[in-house]
């Protein structure tokens, strides 16, 4: 009897933004709480209020809103169009760059030797989709990488498939012990999309592709305020949820600092 090819993703979004209190504002309307999103925010962060009240729960989409106080911020003097519009001319001319260059090694299936190629193709084809989209390309970010090398080790070692750790460690954790996050005063936006996929399925076009047609992950992928981007594959799947088939686990991390 064949053996089953299986794949199973997981996606994760956690904003934290400085968010300036008005001066006078209250203690309350300072500290951390959760919220609802809007129309937008919704596709993002569906049951952001249980995700903030139980922030180590085991969670496949949750979202946290950190405000804190600070002075009104200084209103930027005007400005020429003109910066605005070559930065938009060039913004188009990276998007079109992109549509351009079609992705290699797509279906390579990951094992030691080929690990960075494999990076490349899943890095190459989300680009393509947040371009088809209107949206500027991620850069690989080393940070960013790290974290995400450093959760794909512990998926196989501790043998679980979750973005909080059994000892409650989230993506931010993970991130901000990489220097990712400069200072508590920065504001961050960050997320985290996870899958595994044994045999055929582990190729980076089965991963991504999979990722598209889940709105959640998608909505990561196509978040316009993300900037940077770390990928890692490791050409291994946690037993507990591959049973000793072969295959690879795929961490993706989002993120941009708001200073």
């Known amino acids: 009897m064949p053996t089953p090819r299986r794949l199973l993703t997981a996606v994760l979004l956690i904003v934290c933004c400085a968010a300036f209190a008005p001066a006078g504002a209250s203690a309350a309307g300072a500290s951390t709480r959760c919220r609802a999103g809007g129309a937008h925010a919704g596709r993002r962060a569906r049951g952001a209020a249980s995700a903030c009240r139980t922030r180590a729960r085991r969670s496949r989409q949750r979202r946290l809103v950190h405000r804190r106080s600070t002075a009104p911020a200084h209103k930027p003097a005007s400005r020429s169009t003109t910066p605005g519009a070559a930065s938009a001319d ?7 760059a992109v549509l351009s260059t079609t992705c290699q090694n797509t279906e390579l299936t990951p ?3 080929n690990l960075a190629l494999v990076r490349e193709a899943v890095l190459c ?3 393509r989709k947040r ?3 209107g949206e500027r390309p991620l850069i690989a970010s080393p940070l960013l990488e790290e974290a995400a090398e450093g959760h794909c080790q512990e998926l196989i070692s501790a043998d679980y498939f979750a973005h909080v750790s059994p000892s409650g460690e989230t993506p931010v954790d993970r991130i901000r012990d990489t220097g990712y996050i400069p200072s508590p005063d920065d ?3 960050i997320g985290e999309n996870l899958a595994w996929g ?3 399925l582990s190729t980076a076009q089965s991963i991504v592709s999979a990722w598209f047609a889940s709105p959640e992950h998608l909505a990561n992928i196509l978040e316009s305020q993300y900037r940077e981007t770390g990928i890692a ?3 291994a799947v946690p037993e507990s949820v591959g049973a000793g088939a072969p295959g690879a686990t795929f961490a993706q991390e989002f993120g941009v600092i708001i200073p």
């Open 90 to 96: 060039s913004a188009a001319a990276t998007i079109a």
């Open 111 to 113: 094992e030691a030797a």
């Open 125 to 127: 084809l989300i680009n």
């Open 131 to 133: 371009a088809e989209n």
């Open 187 to 189: 504001g961050y936006v």
């Open 198 to 200: 044994t045999y055929q």
């Open 233 to 235: 594959v490791t050409p």
